[in-house]
């Protein structure tokens, strides 16, 4: 049985500000720099035997600091691209709020729907569970596609924060 580690991206400037990014490319920032380095760390005596991500620069970059210190190539999914939120992409939430008074109800704009997001999320684990039935595989994702992933495998979490690392069995 695969076994799968999900993690979250390094930190961006537009965490730090509140911004949603959604697929808006922003690259690591100093500290998320610092951040993947030490994931890369903390997995070194892993046995990975692959690490996908999202194509998003953010995750990208993370996964490749710990594909290096395993001499892994990196496979790019856009399945695990974070949720397209539309118009909201780059506003804070006080912004959203503000201008879309119906976001305090729930409505998520004119983006991509939760559900879609987590249908292919689900379907890109189910490509790497398929390329790797064994062995351990990094996913390097964000926040958004890590819910969906997480309710999927039924694992119970808090806030994810940027690095945070889940193990799950495919």
């Given at each position: 049985?695969?076994?799968?580690?999900?993690?979250?991206?390094?930190e961006t400037?537009?965490?730090?500000?509140?911004?949603?990014?959604?697929?808006?490319?922003?690259?690591?920032?100093?500290?998320?720099?610092?951040?993947?380095?030490?994931?890369?760390?903390?997995l070194?005596?892993?046995?990975?035997?692959?690490?996908?991500?999202s194509?998003?620069?953010r995750a990208r970059?993370?996964?490749?600091?710990?594909?290096?210190?395993?001499?892994?190539?990196?496979?790019?999914?856009?399945?695990?691209?974070?949720?397209?939120?539309?118009t909201?992409?780059?506003?804070?939430?006080?912004?959203?709020?503000?201008q879309?008074p119906?976001?305090?109800?729930?409505?998520?704009?004119?983006?991509?729907?939760?559900?879609?997001?987590?249908?292919?999320?689900?379907?890109?684990?189910?490509?790497v569970r398929?390329?790797?039935?064994?062995?351990?595989v990094?996913?390097?994702?964000?926040?958004?596609?890590?819910?969906?992933?997480?309710a999927?495998?039924g694992?119970?979490?808090g806030?994810?924060?940027?690095?945070?690392?889940f193990?799950?069995?495919?």
């Amino acid at each position: 049985m695969a076994h799968i580690l999900l993690a979250r991206h390094g930190e961006t400037d537009w965490n730090l500000g509140r911004r949603v990014q959604g697929h808006t490319d922003i690259p690591l920032n100093e500290t998320g720099a610092s951040q993947a380095t030490a994931l890369a760390d903390e997995l070194a005596a892993e046995a990975l035997v692959a690490v996908y991500s999202s194509d998003l620069e953010r995750a990208r970059d993370t996964a490749m600091a710990v594909a290096a210190r395993h001499g892994l190539s990196v496979s790019i999914d856009q399945g695990l691209r974070e949720k397209n939120f539309g118009t909201w992409e780059g506003l804070t939430d006080t912004e959203i709020s503000e201008q879309f008074p119906d976001a305090k109800r729930g409505a998520w704009g004119d983006g991509e729907t939760t559900e879609a997001v987590a249908e292919r999320v689900v379907a890109a684990l189910s490509r790497v569970r398929q390329a790797h039935p064994e062995g351990l595989v990094l996913v390097v994702a964000h926040g958004g596609p890590l819910r969906a992933a997480l309710a999927h495998f039924g694992v119970e979490h808090g806030p994810i924060g940027n690095c945070e690392v889940f193990r799950v069995d495919g």
